[in-house]
C-alpha cells in the first residue's frame, strides 16, 4: 500500500509539474532563438537615390528618434530609374536627410532595407490619414511632377537611417524621367 500511495504522489506531482510547465510556454509564447544566424535578418542593400518629394515629415523630438517620409528615384543603372518609398529616421542630434540636399541633381547614397509592410501607392501616401503630419507634399528643386492617381502599384518601401546615409553627390540628372 505504501509503495502504492509513493507511485500516485509522483505521477500527481509529475503531471502537475508537466501541466505548468505547458502553461508557463503557452503564456510566454514561442521565440525561436537566432543565434549567430545572421542570414535571417534583413539585409541593407546599397542604393543610390535622388529625392523628389517630402511626403511627410513628423515634428521633431528632442527625445525619440525622428522620421522623415519621401518619394525617391532609385537609380538602377545610369538612365534608368525606379520610384521608391524612402523612410529616414535620425535621432534628435543628427541631421534631417531634407537638408542635405533637397535637389533632385543630388544623388544620395545610402544603405536600406527593404519592408514590405509600409509600401504603399501614391494614392495612398496623398490621402489624409489621422496618424500623418499635415500633408504639404514638398518637392525638390527640378524634380519631376508625380501624378498620384495614375500609378496604381505600390512603391516598394526601404527604410534607412542616418548611420546607413553614406554621402550626397552633386550630380547632374540628365532628362527627366516619366513616373
Known amino acids: 500500500m505504501k509503495l502504492f500511495t509513493q507511485f500516485v504522489t509522483s505521477t500527481v506531482s509529475r503531471s502537475v509539474g508537466v501541466l ?27 542604393m543610390k537615390v535622388r529625392l523628389i518629394v517630402l511626403a511627410a515629415s513628423y515634428p521633431r523630438s ?20 525606379r520610384l521608391v518609398k ?18 533632385y541633381s543630388t544623388l544620395h547614397e545610402l544603405r536600406a532595407t527593404r519592408n514590405p509592410e509600409c509600401d504603399e501607392t501614391l494614392g495612398q501616401m496623398a490621402s489624409p490619414e489621422k496618424n500623418r503630419p499635415k500633408l504639404n507634399w514638398e518637392y525638390a528643386t527640378d524634380s519631376p511632377g508625380l501624378d498620384p492617381g495614375r500609378r496604381r502599384r505600390p512603391l516598394p518601401c526601404y527604410q534607412t537611417t542616418a548611420e546607413d546615409y553614406t554621402k550626397p553627390i552633386h550630380q547632374p540628372a540628365g532628362p527627366s524621367p516619366e513616373f
Open 86 to 103: 524612402l523612410v529616414y529616421e535620425f535621432l534628435p542630434y543628427q541631421p534631417r536627410l531634407s537638408e542635405s540636399g533637397f535637389d
Open 20 to 46: 505548468l510547465f505547458v502553461t508557463v510556454c503557452t503564456l510566454c509564447g514561442f521565440q525561436p532563438a537566432k543565434g549567430e544566424l545572421h542570414w535571417q535578418d534583413a539585409k541593407k542593400e546599397q
Open 62 to 81: 528632442s527625445v525619440y528618434s525622428n522620421q522623415e517620409v519621401f518619394i525617391a528615384a532609385q537609380e538602377i543603372e545610369p538612365g534608368e530609374a
